[in-house]
T-cell receptor
Framework: DAGVTQSPTHLIKTRGQQVTLRCSPK?????VSWYQQALGQGPQFIFQYYEEEERQRGNFPDRFSGHQFPNYSSELNVNALLLGDSALYLC??????????????FGSGTQLSVL | AQSVTQLDSHVSVSEGTPVLLRCNYS??????LFWYVQHPNKGLQLLLKYTSAATLVKGINGFEAEFKKSETSFHLTKPSAHMSDAAEYFC????????????FGKGTTLSVSS
């Protein structure tokens, strides 16, 4: 079992650009959540996708958007990048429509640097 | 709103000595509480969880935590530290108001010296 896989592992962008991060959930998982982890901070919840729809959203601006595909994989898109968007972006997947937090599995993340 | 305060940003111990990582939480509802560990270049791994069953929770790798409602605390302990325990540890809360979101503390860096 490959677990949760994220790509790319590292990414460098400049201010104002757009970026797309990708996530493949653990086999058997149907729900994907995204978190942002700034340097020296704990992860912050961005949003969660189930059945190809955004089910819950944290306190992030509309520049952050996502998508879930029929095979349960997901993308995180960030538009008009700011320096403050530099962070480790973590994807987490869970089974059972995401109802049980203890079943959450995290990927290793994508490190985004905005210059 | 829910919140988590990890009382120490950095804890240093010697190998073989006890570990104590402190966590206080705030929640208006019956919370679920977790401890996660993050090793460099690896994903977050669940150590243990409390979900309103026994207040003393045993996790992986010899870690345990005790839920104390009166003190709103959920401290993580281990009787004897191992070099491989060196990592970043996060205390996490979730409740009905948070929905499916996990609310993380800022983390505690555990260093273990030989």
């Amino acid at each position: 079992d490959a677990g949760v896989t994220q790509s790319p592992t590292h990414l460098i962008k400049t201010r104002g650009q757009q970026v797309t991060l990708r996530c493949s959930p653990k086999s058997g998982h149907d729900t994907v959540s995204w978190y942002q982890q700034a340097l020296g901070q704990g992860p912050q919840f961005i949003f969660q996708y189930y059945e190809e729809e955004e089910r819950q959203r944290g306190n992030f601006p509309d520049r952050f958007s996502g998508h879930q595909f029929p095979n349960y994989s997901s993308e995180l898109n960030v538009n008009a990048l700011l320096l403050g968007d530099s962070a480790l972006y973590l994807c987490a997947s869970s089974p059972d429509r995401g109802r049980r937090n203890e079943k959450l599995f995290f990927g290793s993340g994508t490190q985004l640097s905005v210059l | 709103a829910q919140s988590v305060t990890q009382l120490d940003s950095h804890v240093s111990v010697s190998e073989g000595t006890p570990v104590l990582l402190r966590c206080n939480y705030s929640s208006s509802y019956s919370p679920s509480l977790f401890w996660y560990v993050q090793h460099p270049n690896k994903g977050l791994q669940l150590l243990l969880k409390y979900t309103s069953a026994a207040t003393l929770v045993k996790g992986i790798n010899g870690f345990e935590a005790e839920f104390k409602k009166s003190e709103t605390s959920f401290h993580l302990t281990k009787p004897s530290a191992h070099m491989s325990d060196a990592a970043e540890y996060f205390c996490v809360v979730s409740d009905r108001q948070a929905g499916t979101a996990l609310i993380f503390g800022k983390g505690t860096t555990l260093s273990v010296s030989s």
